[in-house]
């Protein structure tokens, strides 16, 4: 199956600062890569997303690459905030595995005001 | 309405207990599915409902039972948990069809903590 890894664990950065989440996969059939952002004690929030067909993404501040090639995509937060701390979970899947999201282990991104 | 709805929000249960999880949507998703989320860890999935069907089953212990009742709800029931069965129970729904998987949206969960 699928293996999605993503680094780094924890990082923490200054507000204002932009912020960079990585992760790579295995499978090239993988064809939809969302993003999702979990705050202490609440569901996974997905922030953006991206299909195989697309090599880039943006939403205001937040923005996600994709190198199809390499197999990696990427999230990028510019002009961070306090309120961006939570942790972030890149995730992997293609249409014909019905359901199946194979999720990276999660980034804790802190923020200092 | 862009919401996976489920409650209760938090729940405790003795292991002799019986209880149940509940889920609402109302995106039209005809893709369902029950997750389990333990602290710092990524969710991992449970099951799968496909316009109402079990799909998936992750080798999930019997004594969790899922049900869709229709296209909007899913319930996770529950019977003789362990302690260790204590965790963040996450509802998530998405898209049909040739855009499976699109739209993946999760509730907020229930924390479920067995005693």
């Known amino acids: 199956g699928e293996n999605v890894e993503q680094h780094p664990s924890t990082l923490s950065v200054q507000e204002g600062d932009s912020a960079v989440i990585k992760c790579t996969y295995s499978d090239s059939a993988s064809n939809y890569f969302p993003w999702y952002k979990q705050e202490l004690g609440k569901g996974p929030q997905l922030i953006i997303d991206i299909r195989s067909n697309v090599g880039e993404k943006k939403d205001q501040r937040i923005a996600v690459t994709l190198n199809k090639t390499a197999k990696h995509f990427s999230l990028h937060i510019t002009e961070t905030q306090p309120e961006d701390s939570a942790v972030y979970f890149c995730a992997a899947s293609r249409g014909s595995t019905l359901g199946r999201l194979y999720f990276g282990r999660g980034t804790q991104l802190t923020v200092w005001p | 309405d862009t919401e996976v709805t489920q409650t209760p929000k938090h729940l405790v249960m003795g292991m002799t207990n019986k209880k149940s999880l509940k889920c609402e949507q109302h995106m039209g998703h005809r893709a369902m599915y029950w997750y389990k989320q333990k602290a710092k860890k990524p969710p991992e999935l449970m099951f799968v409902?496909?316009?109402?069907?079990?799909?998936i089953n992750e080798s999930v212990p019997s004594r969790f039972s899922p049900e869709c009742p229709n296209s909007s709800l899913l319930n996770l029931h529950l019977h003789a948990l362990q302690p260790e069965d204590s965790a963040l129970y996450l509802c998530?729904?998405?898209?049909?069809?040739?855009?499976?998987?699109?739209?993946?949206?999760f509730g907020s969960g229930t924390r479920l903590t067995v005693v």
């Open positions: 409902y496909s316009y109402e069907k079990l799909s």
């Open positions: 998530a729904s998405s898209q049909e069809g040739p855009r499976i998987n699109y739209g993946y949206t």
